[in-house]
């Protein structure tokens, strides 16, 4: 998967954000971000299913509205753009709302992931196919060689 990035300050977690490149860990982890790192470590740990975590996202009304909405496909379970545009109550902001999910800038704990093509395809995932691909079969209840 590769390492993550987190930032965030008292306010709440403004981003996680895969990194392409290994870097040293930090072995100074401040305040404001150790229940990040500890419910981001149980979660890998396949000890966590939900976050319990202050947010501070930064982005338009819509996008804000789209990322609260990605929040509630639970752990396991996967949605459609179209299905998210119907959520948010019109299917025609399908692209918009595409387009506010790859936008996301909180990874794996605003689920964007869990979206995928109408016909059950993997599509765009800012992290990576790959990263995408691992986390729907980490968070799978059917273990099996390869969900996709």
Not at 123 to 131: I, K, N
Request: glycine share 8%; hydrophobic share 40%; proline share 5%.
């Amino acid at each position: 998967m590769g390492d993550l990035e987190i930032e965030g300050d008292d306010q709440g977690i403004m981003a996680i954000t895969f990194l392409d490149k290994e870097v040293a860990p930090s072995t100074v982890i401040p305040e404001s971000l150790k229940d990040a790192v500890q419910q981001l470590d149980e979660y890998f740990a396949k000890k966590r299913t939900v976050f319990d975590l202050k947010l501070n996202a930064q982005g338009t009304e819509f996008q804000t509205k789209v990322w609260r909405t990605l929040q509630t496909i639970p752990f396991g379970k996967t949605a459609s753009y179209l299905d998210m545009a119907k959520t948010l109550g019109d299917p025609k902001v399908i692209r918009a709302a595409a387009s506010a999910n790859g936008k996301n800038p909180i990874s794996i704990v605003i689920p964007c992931h869990r979206v995928i093509g109408s016909d059950g395809s993997l599509t765009g995932y800012a992290g990576g196919l790959h990263r995408k691909k691992w986390l729907l079969e980490h968070e799978s209840p059917v273990k099996q060689v390869s969900l996709f």
